[in-house]
C-alpha cells in the first residue's frame, strides 16, 4: 500500500467515523461504495485472521472512489479531500539547510587554531571521530530501551508536533464536521507515520555528519591550494614516543590502506615537536586522516543510510497490514454482512434525549453496520420493568438495553431486567445479541462542576460493574460531547456483546 493510499483510507475512515449520521456521506451511500469495490460479507481469510493483497485492494479502491467524489465538490468537501495529496512543505528546505550548515561549519573548523600549522593531536577530525564512535553506541543501545520499539523518543514527537502543524492549520478553516475529521485523521496519520519519520531524521543526522566531516576535509584540501600546511605536534603530557604509538592507533588502518607511513617519508615524530621546529608539510598527513575519516565516518554512516533507506521501503510495504486497515476492511464487510437487521433499543429509567438517541443510533452503525434499522422502544419508568418485556413481542436478533448512569444500580430493577432479557434470548433458539449501554449524559450534567466529579464517577460505574458481573456482562459507557469516548466505545464494542449462546460475541 502506498503513502498516498494509505491517506485516502485513513481520511474515508476518520469523516465516516465523526459523521456517523451520514450528513455528508450517506450510509446506503457508503454502503453502496462497499460492493462497488468487492467487499464481500464473507471476508476471505477472515477465519485464519489474515490480511489479503485483494482485501488491500478492495479497500483502496473504495477509498478512492470517495475521495475522488469529495474532491469533485466544492468547499469543505474538497479542502478535506485535499490531505489526501502529500503537499510540499517547510520539511525540504529545512533538511537543506541542515545539511548545507553541516558542510559550511566542517570547512569553517580550519580557521580554528594557529594559521598554517595542523596539531597532529588536536586536529578537528579526531573530536569528530570520537563523536561519531559515540553515536554509534547511542544508536545501536537505544532501541533496545525504547519503548515504542523505533527509538524516536522526545526528538521524534516534537518533529512529528512541527510537521502537525501544517495540516492543522489546513483543519481549522474546515467546517463541522470536516474539521473533527481531519484532526481526527491527522493524529492517526501521525502515529502510523512515527516510524517513518524517525528514519527520515537518522538518515538526515547520518548525511549531516558526513557532510560536517567532508566539510572539514575539503576545507584543508582548498587552503591548501593557496597556503602551504605544516604539519607537526605539541603537547605538555606526552613524548615523541607516547605520540607515535598514539598517532599509529587512530590512524593505522588508514595508512594499511594508502601505503603512507606514520610518520610520511624519514621524518621522526621527534623532528615534528612543534616547539623545536616548524613541522613538515602537511600533504602526506592529509591524506591519511581523509583515509581515515572515510573509513570511520563516511563508510559506516553510508551503511546506517542504507540501512534506513531499506527500513523505510521496508515501512512503506507493511503500511497495508497496519491493524488499523484491517479493522475497516472488517467493519465495512460486517456493514453490508448485517443487512436490514432490526436492532432494538430498550431506554429503561431514562429518556434519551434527541442528540443522545443520534449518538446511540450511531454506535449501532458502527457495530452493527450501517444498514441496521434501529427502533426505540418507548422509555420505561422505573418499576415498569414487565411492561418493557411484555412489550417487545417477537424478541429480535439485536437488543440494546440502554439506561442512564445517573440511575442508582438496584438488583430488583436494572438486574431483573438483563437476567431476564438473558433468559428469553436463550430460551429462544435463536442466535441473539445483548448490548448493555449506560448513558453518562445526564451524570455529567448534574455533577460535571464539583470538585469530587471524577471519584463520584468512578463510583458509579464501579457500582454498575458490579451490578452487571454475575451475569457476564461487560458495560458500554457513552458522552455524547465527548466524541473520543464514543469512538472508543464503538471500537471495543464487540467485546461488549453478550450473545444469546453465554459468550462474548
Known sequence: MSPESAREILLTRSLETVDREGNVLPLKERVRATKDAGIVPS???????????????????????????????SGDAARYAGFSRSERSRVPMLIAAVLIAAFV???????????????????????????????YVLMLVTPLLSKNGHGGGVVTEKVGQWMKRGLESRAAVL????????????????ELCAPAQWRILRMVAHSSAILLAAGVLAGMYLRGLGYEYKAGWESTFLDAEGVSRWLRVLLGPGSAITGI??????????????????????????????????LYIFLPRILFIVWEYVGLGRWRSDLGRAP?????????????????????????????????????????????????????SEP?????????????????????LLMSLSATPEGEAHGFLIRELQTRMRASGEETHLLVLLDENRFRERFGDMPEFTRRLEERRSAWDELTKPFGIQIGYFNSDDSATAEQLARSGDQLVWSSSGSDA
Not at 117 to 135: C, K, R, S, Y
Open 380 to 400: 420505561a419508568a422505573y418499576g415498569e420493568e414487565d411492561e418493557l418485556l411484555e412489550g417487545m413481542g417477537v424478541l429480535p436478533g439485536y437488543v440494546v
Open 324 to 376: 488499523i486497515f484491517s479493522r475497516y476492511h472488517a467493519k465495512l464487510a460486517k456493514d453490508i454482512g448485517g443487512g436490514d437487521q432490526l436492532v432494538r433499543v430498550l431506554p429503561f429509567h431514562c429518556s434519551p434525549a434527541p442528540r443522545h438517541r443520534d449518538t446511540v443510533r450511531g454506535l449501532i452503525h458502527q457495530l452493527w453496520g450501517g444498514a441496521a434499522h434501529v427502533d426505540f
Open 175 to 190: 467546517g463541522s464536521p470536516f474539521r473533527a475529521s481531519a484532526q481526527k485523521f491527522i493524529g492517526e496519520w501521525a
Open 105 to 135: 561549519l566542517g570547512t569553517m573548523s580550519n580557521y580554528l587554531g594557529r594559521d598554517g600549522v595542523i596539531n597532529l593531536l588536536a586536529i578537528p577530525i579526531f573530536g569528530l571521530i570520537a563523536w561519531n564512535f559515540v553515536m
Open 43 to 73: 471476508v476471505e481469510g477472515s477465519a485464519s485472521g489474515e490480511w489479503l493483497p485483494i482485501q488491500e485492494t478492495r479497500l483502496c479502491n473504495r477509498s478512492r472512489l470517495t475521495i475522488e467524489r469529495l474532491a469533485g465538490q
Open 261 to 294: 607511513g606514520i610518520p610520511p617519508g624519514d621524518t621522526t615524530i621527534a623532528q615534528l615537536d612543534l616547539a623545536k621546529g616548524a613541522g613538515e608539510k602537511a600533504d602526506q598527513w592529509i591524506h591519511l586522516f581523509a583515509a581515515n575519516t572515510a
